[in-house]
Nanobody
Framework: QVQLVESGGGLVQAGGSLRLSCAAFGYSLDYYHVGWVRQAPGKEREIVAVLRQYGSATDYADSVKGRFTIAADNAKNTVYLQMGNLSPEDTAVYYC?????????????????WGQGTQVTVSS
């Protein structure tokens, strides 16, 4: 069974850091574009970072550039999102998502595999 499992969310103060993990079961993440997508209350889902197939490149939303880093540990079949200098505007449910299409996903609904999400809350 194909599955994505996120972990690492929690409550952190503004200016703090968190690392989210996305572990894959049933297939190798290296063959997929893997993204972190967040959804804040009352807002649409937003792609914040994408690690392209085979780790060929990374993409970031302007809102997180310079603060977030997406990276993979192929031996653990896990993709991480290191988040730094967090602000209350980063509060959201963060989802790990994957796509095996050739095209890099530009919209959240272009991902076909999703984890269950992990809550990140940043207090001021």
């Amino acid at each position: 069974q194909v599955q994505l499992v996120e972990s690492g969310g929690g409550l952190v103060q503004a200016g703090g850091s968190l690392r989210l993990s996305c572990a894959a079961f049933g297939y190798s993440l290296d063959y997929y574009h893997v993204g972190w997508v967040r959804q804040a209350p009352g807002k649409e889902r937003e792609i914040v970072a994408v690690l392209r197939q085979y780790g060929s490149a990374t993409d970031y939303a302007d809102s997180v550039k310079g603060r977030f880093t997406i990276a993979a540990d192929n031996a653990k079949n896990t993709v991480y999102l290191q988040m730094g200098n967090l602000s209350p505007e980063d509060t959201a449910v963060y989802y790990c998502a994957a796509s095996a299409r050739v095209e890099v996903p530009r919209k959240h609904d272009e991902f076909v595999l999703w984890g269950q999400g992990t809550q990140v809350t940043v207090s001021s």
